[in-house]
């Protein structure tokens, strides 16, 4: 038994005591607490630093609120995030691949072109700087809402808070409150999870676990896929995929001062028979393990200065469980590596007066990676041989420094300005930028304009990687940081109490854009591309009595260009990437007590990657579009609460892009029954 499914257990034991101790105990939340005015001004604080009114920030902001997590049944964050208009999502049943308006991080890329925080402290797996978003990264049931700022964000948060920035906020321990959640179905699912929530004067402690299991069995290859006659009459066998999360949250509040301790252990885990290697061969199991501890002490020095510091440890590997494959039952590959990260932020917080605020910060980060090693290992004696030299350690260093000026001109109008320098021992400085004006024209219509810069640190990875196998990915220490620069704006139109439009409009351009090309045998990242292009992203909130209806949509055009040696330069549409994507969700309050809500998914053809159009005799092709249904009930007794849940309700065959020859089959239908029981 590891040490989440022991805590996973104390929860239990302690639920179960509530549980008897309990007289009469109400839902935390009833299906109708929330009206379209409080949808329109739910407080946001990711985009400044600063708890604003989602029509004030100075920031395109979606919020994944706690009662869309219940009324769909997420079981994470990346399959709420599907809900936000502007992201795509690419799932190879290792984790989530997120792009952002029509830009996606590429092979294994996993979500890195955006920004990933819990409670405002980043916690990327900093060896390939990709992101959990799955089970594994953190309890479903830990999660208050999640804060999605669409466009740069390196001008506040610095590297990686490239295209987006992702908050998840976790619930306050303020109050008594424990809950359990049994979920199971179709595909072998199970997961049990839960989470403890005490207070006593001063004091406040959370704890949660959660611990599931699923498995996407017979799935074949994509006729689609440029190596399928390699593949054909396999299906994919003993494919499971085991993730496993922890949260602990400690808190002390004293008189003008709170002090915060958070933990958090992440396994990803996952047999991979889609990715670009070890392709079915039943065998190749991914498995890595990330912990983050950190401090946050947020002193109240007067009515004016506020000074927040915040120190943190990360640790990253692959765990002792990852047996990977290339198909040959006689050797095996094996390799190893490790980060151990320290970060500390420190800010100064000034409220001149109620027109003017001033944030003044500066963060170091210590990052030491023991730089991937890669061995072949007997099947048969467990005796490994090394495929290259050892290679010292490196640390990569960065201190940043940054300002944020508010200014609210009038009443209706409102100016911010934010300026940060990066400086990294590797690749040296970058300076960033953002302006945003907010106006509210009437009390019915109100707009934004934004323009900003950031950019993409090269990961160690990146700079300094062996390949598994031969053909695969090696390091180039000579990386660039990839930068971009976008222009957006809103316009909110609250046409009744009951009905509200908005409209995005953006334009971005991406340079020292990072390909994977060939080189020698293997391929490299370099940066000889660039992207640019436009898009409109629109959401329509409709909330009347019993009835809800959200619909966004998204269509973006952008272009790349490559440049290769010898070559002219090959502008092709971004692949990847659907031009147009919607998502629609509907909901009907059968009483106070139970709901029902359909979903439809739309995505528009996706080109192949250039990795596949290469495989495919550079003949590119294009992935059809498809569209998915999903049906959830929902119904509470008390303090239980029942969920019915169908993804993908007519079985819909779907394909995703996927790289060196394979393309990914979507999920079948999955269908799950959900049983929460919580003690307020």
């Known amino acids: 038994m590891n040490i989440a499914q022991r805590l996973l257990l104390a929860i239990t034991i302690a639920a179960a005591s509530e549980t008897l101790n309990a007289e009469e105990s109400k839902p935390s939340e009833s299906l109708l607490d929330i009206s379209l005015e409080e949808l329109m001004n739910i407080k946001v604080r990711t985009a400044t630093k600063q708890i604003q009114q989602l029509s004030k920030t100075p920031a395109i902001v979606s919020v ?9 049944g997420y079981q994470s964050v990346g399959e709420a995030l599907k ?12 984790g989530y691949n997120y792009g952002v308006r029509g830009i996606n991080g590429g092979q294994r890329g996993y979500s890195k072109i955006v920004k990933l925080m819990i409670n405002g402290v980043a916690i990327p797996f900093r060896a390939d700087s990709t992101n959990f978003l799955g089970p594994e990264l953190i309890p479903i049931e830990a999660v208050e809402r999640i804060e999605v700022v669409r466009g740069p964000g390196s001008a506040l948060y610095g590297e990686n808070a490239f295209l987006g920035v992702i908050n998840v906020i976790t619930k306050s321990s303020e109050s008594d409150y424990s809950q359990l959640q049994l979920n199971v179905g ?4 199970t997961s049990l999870s839960g989470i403890l929530s005490k207070r006593k004067d001063r004091w406040g402690f959370t704890l949660s676990a959660d611990i599931s299991r699923y498995n996407y069995d017979d799935l074949s290859l994509p006729s689609s896929s440029p190596s399928y006659e390699l593949f054909d009459q396999l299906e994919s066998n003993n494919a499971d995929v085991r993730p496993t999360s922890l949260f602990i949250e400690l808190g002390y509040d004293m008189v003008n001062a709170s002090q915060k301790l958070m933990l958090s252990y992440s396994r990803k885990d996952a047999v991979a028979e889609f990715i670009d290697f070890g392709t079915l061969s039943h065998e190749n199991r991914i498995s890595l393990d990330q912990s983050l501890l950190n401090y946050n002490i947020d002193w109240h020095l007067n009515e004016k200065l506020d000074l927040k510091s915040s120190l943190s440890y990360s640790n990253g590997k692959p765990s002792s469980k990852e047996r990977l494959s290339l198909g040959d039952p006689s050797v095996f590959p094996h390799r190893e590596f490790e980060f151990n990260a320290y970060e500390l932020n420190t800010e100064l917080h000034f409220n001149q007066n109620t027109t003017n605020s001033i944030i003044f910060g500066i963060d170091y980060i210590y990052d030491e990676e023991s730089l991937i090693q890669v061995f072949s290992v007997d099947a048969s004696t467990g005796n490994q041989t090394a495929l290259a030299q050892p290679r010292d350690d490196v640390v990569l260093k960065n201190i940043g420094a940054f300002v944020q000026w508010q200014k609210n001109i009038k009443d209706n109008q409102a100016f911010t300005f ?6 990294h021992n590797i690749y040296g400085s970058n300076l960033n930028y953002r302006l945003g004006y907010v106006a509210n024209f009437t009390e019915k219509i109100s707009s934004k304009f934004l323009l900003g810069s950031s950019y993409k640190a090269p990961a160690a990875m990146q700079l300094y990687a062996q390949p ?20 957006e704006s809103e316009l909110l139109w609250k046409v009744s109490s009951e009905l509200a439009i908005n409209f995005n409009f953006w334009i971005t351009e991406i340079k020292n854009k990072v390909e994977l090309l060939p080189f020698g045998p293997n391929v490299q990242p370099q940066n000889s591309g660039k992207q640019e292009g436009s898009g409109i992203e629109t959401e329509v909130k409709w909330i009347r009595n019993q009835d809800s209806l959200i619909v966004n949509l998204a269509y973006q055009d952008m272009l790349n260009e490559t440049d290769i040696l010898f070559q002219a330069p090959q502008v092709a549409p971004t692949s990847m990437y659907p031009k147009l994507t919607s998502f629609i969700r509907y909901r009907y309050l059968l009483d106070e007590t139970s709901s029902w809500g359909v979903t439809y998914q739309y995505s528009s053809e996706r080109r192949a990657t250039n990795s596949n159009i290469r495989e495919n005799l550079l003949q590119p092709y294009q992935l059809p579009e498809y569209s998915l249904v999903g049906l959830s009930y929902s119904k509470r007794w008390g303090n239980t609460r029942f969920q019915l849940k169908v993804d993908n309700l007519f079985d819909q065959d779907f394909v995703e ?6 393309d990914i089959p979507g999920l079948k239908q999955q269908i799950s029954l959900g049983i929460t029981y919580e003690v307020n």
Do not use: M
């Open 83 to 94: 809900q936000v208009p502007g992201l795509y999502a690419i799932h190879d049943y290792v």
């Open 418 to 423: 934010n300026i940060r320098n990066d400086d």
């Open 186 to 189: 179709s595909n072998q699912y």
């Open 657 to 662: 892009p996927g790289f060196l020859g394979i």
């Open 64 to 72: 994944v609120t706690k009662l869309d997590i219940e009324t769909w």
């Open 468 to 487: 598994i196998y031969p053909g695969e990915v090696i390091g180039n220490a000579n990386l660039l940081p990839e930068e971009a620069i976008t222009l």
